[in-house]
């Protein structure tokens, strides 16, 4: 049994059920795929694949060489592509069986109420041919109406580590697990029931790992069923064996000291001889065999964006960049997997244009725990940004980006050569960072399990929301059946956190402090006690009073939260910006709300109704707004100036309207025809029209063959 900090056992004595403490938070909206400027990857990066999407709408599967839908009807066969491409073959993006795929996105979509795209409907189409004759089919796989989203499959790049070159000096010996300001507060939290992440599942999904470490032992059956073989590039090999040994390395008198040794290893490779580099694929295998919670996937891989440079390796970017990595990874989100993601290493800022919305969570959330690099202790200050870290708005945290001592490699330790005793002091990047977090995760999920328990050696023993664990104590422990949701974990971590660095302009987050995020995921809302991580506590859980129902907002504009009567907050209280002054309105034309800059706002984006489509015109003469159904707009309501008092007039002799100083108007500026070409009465005895200014008029043909035409049908009558 462990001993149980005195410092947080209040806290952890008001533990509630799974998740209630943060209250339900759900996922956001899911991407928009056309967005994604996926086809900019740069050309030395495409394989001899295409991946595609086929929408949701219509629900295919692969039968033989073509994909058919419910009805029989052939969506795609590749046998119609040109013979410069032929062979051309499909095979499913995702291993697990379609029937699998599709009843357990029915019912996460329903536990979550959200959207989740179908991934049966991703499959990779294998080309012969050059590069540009599978460009030409990469176009026309994107002009089908049926394919939601088409690119080409990247090769395998490195994964996120240090960019050369690196730095000899060292710091001390694993200080990533220190206490905060300057380490996550790892060796602290062991103290607590849960600190050696009993119970928690742990998957890695990334190339390879050197099985016969000495000091993995606890990772000798990671490898999930039906993974393939695993690729086995010794630089790619060591890199699993890093991130391993920050996790799982044993306790046992030599090498170093894993974070989670009381956690279930398991690993789920992103690139195998037999299906290629695949990293929605490893994500999908390590959801189907995550069959307990709580879990956390760990996605160790990069991939080359649009801005890559195949010499400096400059560009690269997340992997959830990728369509189908991305609903592989908000999948396992929804199912209550905590998934943390490396941010990688292309000094890209994330937020920038070429981007579009592909990371703005607000629109795209994936729901994974997005990692950046920061500096160890020492110069430049610890937490800043490493040089060669991706940053942005969509990052939520930061690990030691350098110098951290691990398994691997054999720089600090490797005699003779054998792989097996190899042991880095230089392991980098987010590639390091990234582990460092999942430390921070699992911890916090196993803590958060074992709760306030007590010994136990039948679950009749336990709280109703409670079991007797067995397997991982001794004696047994009373735990916690559900764990906190992924979202909520991801906000403890980012709002408890160490800051940044500086002004944190290029933004990675804070460095997780697990002793504060151990007492917020613990605190209870409603208690009227603020706790760590509570803004407020008014005594109940009732939005609306001055305290959200969560406990995480005053209810004021420009806090940053949305709350119940706010339509958007973006941490201010100025318009002009997306979010106007008083939080109640997102400052787009058509929501029903005049915004700093509209004239008007009618609910809607149509012309013709009282408010124009932009909403910078009331549709009156007069305004100085040309609108569709005036012909001029002078700013006022006079004739004679140009534009008719009534806007519909430009005030020129044949443009079919009567002016005022017009004689006649028939359309044109031909005399002879009863009207001249200065629009003077050629007939001033009788003309047959009574006009006055100010209305279209008939020509004096017209008007005639009128008259002629009445006079012959009553004529017709009296005969008849």
């Given at each position: 049994?462990?001993?149980?900090?005195?410092?947080?056992?209040?806290?952890?004595?008001?533990?509630?059920?799974?998740?209630?403490?943060?209250?339900?938070?759900?996922?956001?909206?899911?991407?928009?795929?056309?967005?994604?400027?996926?086809?900019?990857?740069?050309?030395?990066?495409?394989?001899?694949?295409?991946?595609?999407?086929?929408?949701?709408?219509?629900?295919?599967?692969?039968?033989?060489?073509?994909?058919?839908?419910?009805?029989?009807?052939?969506?795609?066969?590749?046998?119609?592509?040109?013979?410069?491409?032929?062979?051309?073959?499909?095979?499913?993006?995702?291993?697990?069986?379609?029937?699998?795929?599709?009843?357990?996105?029915?019912?996460?979509?329903?536990?979550?109420?959200?959207?989740?795209?179908?991934?049966?409907?991703?499959?990779?189409?294998?080309?012969?041919?050059?590069?540009?004759?599978?460009?030409?089919?990469?176009?026309?796989?994107?002009?089908?109406?049926?394919?939601?989203?088409?690119?080409?499959?990247?090769?395998?790049?490195?994964?996120?580590?240090?960019?050369?070159?690196?730095?000899?000096?060292?710091?001390?010996?694993?200080?990533?697990f220190n206490d905060a300001p300057n380490g996550i507060g790892l060796s602290s939290a062991r103290a607590l029931a849960g600190g050696f992440a009993e119970g928690v599942t742990s998957v890695d999904v990334e190339y390879g790992w050197d099985v016969g470490h000495e000091d993995l032992e606890l990772c000798v059956?990671?490898?999930?069923?039906?993974?393939?073989?695993?690729?086995?590039?010794?630089?790619?090999?060591?890199?699993?064996?890093?991130?391993?040994?920050?996790?799982?390395?044993?306790?046992?008198?030599?090498?170093?000291?894993?974070?989670?040794?009381?956690?279930?290893?398991?690993?789920?490779?992103?690139?195998?001889?037999?299906?290629?580099?695949?990293?929605?694929?490893?994500?999908?295998?390590?959801?189907?065999?995550?069959?307990?919670?709580?879990?956390?996937?760990?996605?160790?891989?990069?991939?080359?964006?649009?801005?890559?440079?195949?010499?400096?390796?400059?560009?690269?970017?997340?992997?959830?960049?990728?369509?189908?990595?991305?609903?592989?990874?908000?999948?396992?989100?929804?199912?209550?997997?905590?998934?943390?993601?490396?941010?990688?290493?292309?000094?890209?800022?994330?937020?920038?244009?070429?981007?579009?919305?592909?990371?703005?969570?607000?629109v795209s959330d994936s729901g994974a725990i997005l990692v950046g690099a920061g500096t160890p202790p020492g110069d430049p200050p610890a937490r800043t940004r490493e040089w060669y870290s991706n940053w942005g708005s969509r990052l939520d945290v930061q690990g030691w980006g350098s110098l951290v001592y691990t398994?691997?490699?054999?720089?600090?330790?490797?005699?003779?050569?054998?792989?097996?005793?190899?042991?880095?002091?230089?392991?980098?990047?987010?590639?390091?960072?990234?582990?460092?977090?999942?430390?921070?995760?699992?911890?916090?999920?196993?803590?958060?399990?074992?709760?306030?328990?007590?010994?136990?050696?039948?679950?009749?023993?336990?709280?109703?929301?409670?079991?007797?664990?067995?397997?991982?104590?001794?004696?047994?422990?009373?735990?916690?059946?559900?764990?906190?949701?992924?979202?909520?974990?991801?906000?403890?971590?980012?709002?408890?956190?160490?800051?940044?660095?500086?002004?944190?302009?290029?933004?990675?987050?804070?460095?997780?402090?697990?002793?504060?995020?151990?007492?917020?995921?613990?605190?209870?809302?409603?208690?009227?006690?603020?706790?760590?991580?509570?803004?407020?506590?008014?005594?109940?859980?009732?939005?609306?009073?001055?305290?959200?129902?969560?406990?995480?907002?005053?209810?004021?504009?420009?806090?940053?939260?949305?709350?119940?009567?706010?339509?958007?907050?973006?941490?201010?209280?100025?318009?002009?910006?997306?979010?106007?002054?008083?939080?109640?309105?997102?400052?787009?034309?058509?929501?029903?709300?005049?915004?700093?800059?509209?004239?008007?706002?009618?609910?809607?984006?149509?012309?013709?109704?009282?408010?124009?489509?932009?909403?910078?015109?009331?549709?009156?003469?007069?305004?100085?707004?040309?609108?569709?159904?005036?012909?001029?707009?002078?700013?006022?309501?006079?004739?004679?100036?140009?534009?008719?008092?009534?806007?519909?007039?430009?005030?020129?002799?044949?443009?079919?309207?009567?002016?005022?100083?017009?004689?006649?108007?028939?359309?044109?500026?031909?005399?002879?025809?009863?009207?001249?070409?200065?629009?003077?009465?050629?007939?001033?005895?009788?003309?047959?029209?009574?006009?006055?200014?100010?209305?279209?008029?008939?020509?004096?043909?017209?008007?005639?063959?009128?008259?002629?035409?009445?006079?012959?049908?009553?004529?017709?009558?009296?005969?008849?």
């Amino acid at each position: 049994m462990k001993i149980t900090l005195p410092t947080v056992l209040l806290s952890l004595s008001l533990l509630g059920s799974a998740g209630s403490a943060w209250g339900s938070e759900h996922l956001g909206p899911r991407r928009d795929m056309k967005q994604a400027p996926l086809s900019r990857l740069h050309q030395s990066l495409w394989s001899d694949q295409l991946e595609l999407k086929i929408l949701d709408k219509t629900p295919v599967t692969l039968q033989g060489n073509r994909l058919v839908d419910a009805t029989g009807r052939i969506v795609f066969d590749p046998a119609t592509l040109p013979a410069s491409v032929q062979p051309a073959t499909l095979s499913p993006t995702f291993a697990t069986p379609v029937a699998t795929l599709r009843a357990r996105r029915l019912a996460l979509m329903k536990k979550c109420n959200c959207d989740l795209g179908d991934k049966a409907n991703y499959f990779r189409l294998t080309l012969g041919g050059d590069q540009p004759a599978r460009a030409g089919v990469l176009a026309k796989l994107s002009a089908l109406t049926s394919v939601e989203v088409a690119y080409p499959v990247s090769l395998p790049v490195v994964p996120p580590t240090d960019i050369p070159p690196t730095t000899p000096d060292y710091s001390s010996y694993q200080g990533y697990f220190n206490d905060a300001p300057n380490g996550i507060g790892l060796s602290s939290a062991r103290a607590l029931a849960g600190g050696f992440a009993e119970g928690v599942t742990s998957v890695d999904v990334e190339y390879g790992w050197d099985v016969g470490h000495e000091d993995l032992e606890l990772c000798v059956d990671a490898l999930v069923p039906d993974a393939g073989t695993l690729y086995d590039d010794p630089d790619y090999v060591a890199h699993g064996t890093s991130v391993l040994g920050i996790l799982f390395a044993q306790d046992n008198g030599y090498g170093f000291t894993g974070s989670l040794l009381g956690a279930t290893c398991k690993f789920a490779p992103s690139y195998t001889n037999e299906y290629g580099y695949n990293v929605a694929r490893g994500i999908d295998l390590a959801h189907t065999n995550l069959t307990s919670l709580p879990g956390v996937i760990l996605l160790e891989a990069q991939e080359g964006g649009p801005n890559f440079d195949p010499q400096t390796y400059g560009g690269m970017v997340p992997v959830e960049y990728i369509p189908a990595t991305y609903d592989a990874i908000r999948e396992a989100v929804a199912d209550g997997i905590v998934v943390v993601e490396a941010g990688a290493n292309g000094w890209e800022d994330l937020d920038a244009e070429i981007y579009g919305d592909t990371f703005n969570r607000e629109v795209s959330d994936s729901g994974a725990i997005l990692v950046g690099a920061g500096t160890p202790p020492g110069d430049p200050p610890a937490r800043t940004r490493e040089w060669y870290s991706n940053w942005g708005s969509r990052l939520d945290v930061q690990g030691w980006g350098s110098l951290v001592y691990t398994s691997g490699y054999g720089d600090l330790f490797g005699p003779n050569g054998d792989v097996n005793q190899y042991y880095t002091a230089q392991f980098g990047g987010t590639s390091s960072a990234s582990p460092i977090v999942t430390s921070a995760v699992g911890l916090l999920l196993g803590v958060f399990r074992a709760g306030n328990g007590q010994s136990c050696s039948t679950p009749g023993e336990c709280g109703g929301d409670e079991t007797c664990d067995t397997a991982n104590f001794t004696p047994g422990w009373c735990v916690k059946l559900l764990p906190p949701e992924p979202l909520t974990v991801r906000r403890v971590l980012t709002d408890t956190g160490t800051p940044q660095a500086g002004d944190g302009a290029e933004h990675i987050g804070p460095l997780p402090n697990l002793a504060l995020a151990i007492e917020a995921i613990a605190a209870t809302c409603g208690n009227d006690v603020v706790e760590t991580g509570e803004a407020c506590d008014d005594g109940n859980t009732t939005g609306g009073d001055g305290c959200s129902a969560d406990c995480r907002s005053d209810e004021s504009c420009g806090n940053g939260i949305t709350d119940l009567a706010e339509i958007c907050d973006d941490g201010n209280t100025a318009s002009g910006d997306g979010c106007s002054a008083d939080c109640l309105s997102d400052e787009t034309c058509g929501n029903n709300y005049v915004d700093a800059g509209e004239a008007c706002d009618d609910g809607n984006t149509l012309d013709a109704d009282g408010c124009s489509a932009n909403c910078l015109s009331d549709e009156t003469c007069g305004n100085g707004i040309l609108d569709p159904q005036e012909h001029c707009e002078d700013g006022n309501t006079e004739n004679g100036d140009g534009c008719s008092a009534d806007c519909r007039s430009d005030e020129t002799c044949g443009n079919g309207y009567k002016d005022v100083g017009e004689e006649c108007e028939d359309g044109n500026l031909i005399d002879g025809d009863g009207c001249s070409a200065t629009c003077r009465d050629e007939n001033k005895k009788d003309d047959g029209c009574g006009c006055t200014a100010g209305s279209r008029s008939p020509s004096t043909g017209t008007l005639g063959l009128s008259l002629l035409l009445a006079a012959l049908f009553l004529f017709r009558r009296r005969r008849s």
